[in-house]
């Protein structure tokens, strides 16, 4: 069986973390493993260093991404049927335009 010593992070690699975890896209989980932690360890990290506290005046401004992945790709469905709509209707006027000037001949 293998022990497994504690390791300690320096104040410094904790608030590199939590900004990088704050700052991107990707999962608490997956930002998480990048950096060789465990999720639960991060997570309880930015609630520290996230929320004011009496001694220290400046904690990290927790401020994300605009949106998330799944955002994202809702709005990119959204604008691909518009797309799709707008180009339907362009055909259409298209072959109405070819059908009027044929009748105008």
Do not use: Y
């Not at 639960?40 to 609630?47: F, G, T």
């Amino acid at each position: 069986m293998k022990v497994r010593r504690n390791r300690r992070f320096s104040a410094e690699f904790k608030q590199a973390a939590v900004e990088r975890s704050l700052r991107s896209r990707d999962p608490l989980k997956v930002v998480a493993g990048k950096l060789g932690v465990h999720p639960k360890l991060l997570s309880r990290w930015r609630c520290a260093l996230t929320k004011r506290d009496e001694q220290d005046s400046a904690p990290v401004p927790n401020e994300g991404p605009d949106k998330s992945a799944a955002a994202l790709a809702r709005e990119n469905r959204k604008l691909k049927k518009k797309l799709e709509r707008a180009e339907l209707e362009n055909e259409i006027l298209k072959k109405a335009n070819e059908h009027f000037a044929k009748l105008q001949e």
